[in-house]
């Protein structure tokens, strides 16, 4: 089937099988494998990606589902003049270690500062509870989260 | 906390400098060996036993061969070379031979185009199954029938032991293992399988080079190692096999053993096309090893004021199906078994028997987990005995330089371990938060199964220490390349290593280490490959950032000595290339019948840590929180200081797993709860908090004066979580993960 789509604000198309996940399509047919897959339940957020502006993990929704929506991934999320202020302030923070984990706290993090400017570290803990990183530990990924919502 | 450094691009040794890997991984643009590409490539599949034990009657792949998009299904009779292999013993068949021994074993594999046609093709291969018995209890392993023919591991060195099943034993007699003192304590303990859960899968991509070779592109810990396996089972030359290292989503030890190389290689040289292979997190529960459960037996004798007369410990650990590295893990759990304490006298009796669980080996801590788990409970049992305090009574007893361990070895470097406990006590802790407050800082959380009452405080303490580098006699030297050339700005550097990047930052070491040596800015990392340069040993026992220091620095002062021989400049087109190999000072076997030390001794160095944990118990409920952790590790110096508390915070979390959620459930040695739904890894909402304290005593034989520091925050936190929820409850929880069960119902 064809899967039309708006992925980091370009109009793309797929051909795909009915049973590939967004998640698939984005991958391997669309040569964007920053949404990462690490356990096709929705349980890691390792493949969040933002759905008409909506914080969603990509191997819970069909290819078919996203037809005609509008999607942001890690890939688009950066501004033309360089790396978005989360990107920035992980990379600093020393929040990145094996990175498997990263794009979807990027992703997820964007979304929760977009939401709320200045969250409390409660906030911060709660929003980013649905993204597993197995290497940090989280203390530098809170330190990102607030270096980035200060910046 | 700890402040977040501001961190420099080109920083040199003891400077928090940005992992160069850091830009990448934060676009997306990081290819990680689930990433991988080739024009006409395939996917493959791998065919799984349901059962635990079984022998194979027949496997019938007509049915599989002729389905649309398949181009390969292999069985055992399609290897090549060597039918099995393993990274100590060859135990494990590539591809099953007559007989399963565990749940997930690897029977058969497909290629196709779509991974949809692999795996539904892989669903037509017909195996027919005899079940057997499975041998799942390991405490009655030794008497139960053997589930290898022959003994894969008799013959190396090891103590002779007869029965049936055992993968290794050892017993260490020091002193005298009879003597008494006046206080004892003793205590049953048990842990159960943890799992490394890197959240990046197996995965890779195998490349057939044309003229009968293979490149492997490949998520692993040890480059080398993996060549020298892959090569024997495919029937080739090593130098036919090159592996590359790919990015890699987390290891932690479960990338020691090999996983899809083999098979993805297969596969490729059998289609002549490019192979991808990918796990889901389910088949990734069955596609590595785990940390071994274990149950472990102690007791303590004490004199009246805290010192330690005599420890005497059985430990028995579940290796599961094949060997992997159990037989150093053994020795791991053995030779700290009575914990960083100066003790005259010790009697332990390990055994690690095969069972048809799943396969256990490497896992941060490597033995050292489970021995501290029981014997921390036992030094805070002996501490209530005494009705001494519990940092008091280590103190008292902690080892210092000039000690020896039960094993007889002396320890002649650097080992701090008074001073980590010091520095850990005087942490202070957080006073108790006033009520009503959010649920979120409550057991239980956002579930608002509480608003305080029923909810108990406890303060735990605990101390563990483990080795640096390989041990008893294994010479697991690094090699690293170094290539000066003219640049624009004079000379420019590339530095090859094959050590493994696995998250650790050891990309950041080598570069660090490079610019220090050649008091130099342009330095390039070239990428980590069997092809460009020698064995870097293992991303493993806390050694690559030791190792890798050592080789750079080697290299490094050659490349500078012979650029001083040429007079200081190199002109255009110019070169100075240099390979050195670093070893660290030699090891030797311990003696197989008393335990003991022979010649240089077992073990290159220790590194120690300490920790303090406050926690919450809801008692009605049984639900937990821990509220702070503060911690001094021995660190001997600190390269980039900000990734070694990356280290620590993350080393932390994982130990908490284990003591309060992480555990892989078997049922006749099926595993039950394969999926991050039913497998639980701490999230934010599990982690506290971590103060941590750097104490930075140089070793004199290493770099720099460098340790290594993954692990004693994964040694010492289960040990040390455990204690604070036994400080809360007053129950001795002898078993992680603690359940709720064990917390509940108190008065």
Redesign the interface.
Known sequence: MRVELTVNGERREADA?A?ESLLYVL??RLG??????????G??G?CSVLLDGRLVCACLVLAAQADGHELV???G??EEAG?HPV??A?????A????????GF?VATADLLARNPRPSD?E???A????????????????AVR?AAGS | ??A????LELGRVGE?V??V???P????????S??L?AAGMLWGHTVRSPHAHALIEEVDISEAVGMAGVHAVLTHTDVPGAKAYGLEFADQPVLAIERVRYFGEPVAIVAAE?P?QARRAAERIRVAYEPLEPVVDPERATEQEPIHDGRPTAGHGFRDDPRPNVVRSIVIRHGDPDAQGEVTVSGVYELGIQD??????ESGLAVPDGEGGVDVYVATQWLHVDRDQVAPCLGLDPEQVRIHLS??????GGREDLSMQIHASMLALHTNRPVKM?Y??EESFVGHIHRHPAKIWMEHRAKRDGKLVNVRARILLDGGAYASSSAAVTANASAFACGPYAVENALVECACVYTNNPPCGAMRGFGAVQSCFAHEAQMDKLGAELGMDPVELRLRNALAPGDSLPTGQKITGSFPAAEVIRRAAALPIPEPEELPR?A??LPGG?GNTTRGEGVRRGVGFAVGFKNVCYSEGFDDSTAARVRLAASDDGIAAVVHCAAAE????VVNVILQTARTELDLDEVVLGSATTSSVGSAGSASASRMTWMAAGAVQLACRAAKDELERRGGDLEHGETIDVERVYHHRPTTPLDRETGQVTGDGAHVAYICAAMRVVAEVDVELGLTRVVWIGTAQDVGKAVNP??V??QI??????GLGLALMEEIQTQDGLITNA???DYL?????D?P??EAQLVEEPEPDAPYGVKGVGEPPTVVSTAAVASALRDATGRQLTRVPVRPDEIVGLP
């Open positions: 099988w049973g991958r391997e964007l494998p920053g949404s990462k897959n690490a356990c096709e339940q349980e890691c390792s991934t890690v890939e999320l950066g790396l990107q920035e992980f990379a600093e923070t020393g990145v270690q094996c990175g498997f984990c990263t794009p990027v409660d911060i803990r709660e980013l509870s649905g993204n597993l990183c197995r290497c940090t530990g989280y203390a530098k990924i809170f330190d270096l | 906390m700890n977040p450094a501001r961190t928090s940005k992992r890997d850091a830009i991984k934060v676009t997306g643009e990081f290819a990680y689930s990433d590409f779509h949809e490394q859960a890197f959240l990046g899968p990015g890699v989503g987390g290891a932690f990918v889901n997190r959010d979120l800082r956002s696995v998250g650790q930052g900000q990734a508390y990356g915070e993350g080393g932390i979390a994982q999926s991050f739904t890894i701490p999230t934010t909402l982690m908090p971590v």
